[in-house]
């Protein structure tokens, strides 16, 4: 695999993360980072900047003397992290639709019509995943809450292994589409109520499904 210097430890990044969040780099195990250096085509240095940025996300936990470990997942995070969505990212989208320019109502219209098309024609759930992330972040950046903004974000970044595995399921995705159409219209029609009720509902139907998904023995 060729990377272009341009970004390495950025490009590293990326393709390491979606190693872990497709299940590729295994939970309970050490990185072998000679082997997956050498895998990626890079050395350790951007690698290990990498790792460390990883683990600074929340996907990587390390230990002395035996290096990182990719932290397994758990219904007891699951429960954090969507109890932390539920309180705060329905607000501040509702916030964020009352305030948008035109300009915000044509990102988030652009960025509906790139999550429908990434459902449509592929069948990578791991770009599902970055695609549904930009259009919720496209329902809350509008509001200018720069430290809002910046937590939903790092909960939609741990989210993603969850609403990957919550999108396997036969018919998860076409119900997903209903609801993002639903909380769409809703955001450009600028009826923050509305949108708080769907986008709680949204939310919390995932989590319920995540609940009955996630055994003990994912993770804990």
């Known amino acids: 695999m060729n990377l272009v210097v341009r970004t390495l430890s950025d490009r ?19 990185i072998r980072q000679d082997a997956l250096a050498s895998a990626l085509g890079v050395s350790k240095i951007p690698l290990r900047e990498a790792l460390a940025r990883l683990e600074q996300e929340g996907l990587l936990t390390s230990q002395a ?15 954090e992290i969507f109890s932390m969505r539920l309180k705060i990212e329905p607000e501040a989208a509702g916030h964020a639709c009352g305030v948008a320019s035109a300009e915000d109502r044509n990102a988030a219209q652009q960025a509906f019509d790139d999550l429908d098309r990434a459902f449509s ?23 200018g809450r720069v430290l809002t903004t910046q937590m ?8 993603e292994r969850y609403v990957l595995a919550h999108l396997k399921p036969a018919g998860r995705e076409s119900r997903a589409h209903r609801e993002h159409a639903a909380l769409l219209t809703a955001w450009l029609a600028g009826d923050s109520v509305q949108l708080t009720q769907l986008l709680t509902q949204h939310i919390q139907a995932t989590l319920d499904d995540l609940r009955l998904e996630l055994t003990p023995a994912a993770g804990q």
């Open 12 to 30: 590293v990044f990326e393709i390491v993360r979606e190693q872990i969040v497709t299940g590729a780099l295994p939970t309970m195990q050490p």
């Open 65 to 79: 003397n035996r290096g990182y470990f990719v932290r397994p997942m758990s219904t007891a995070e699951v429960e």
């Open 121 to 143: 024609t592929t069948d990578r759930l791991f770009e599902l995943t970055i695609k549904n992330r930009d259009f919720h972040m496209a329902l809350v950046r509008p509001g």
């Open 152 to 159: 939903v974000e790092r909960l939609q970044i741990l989210a």
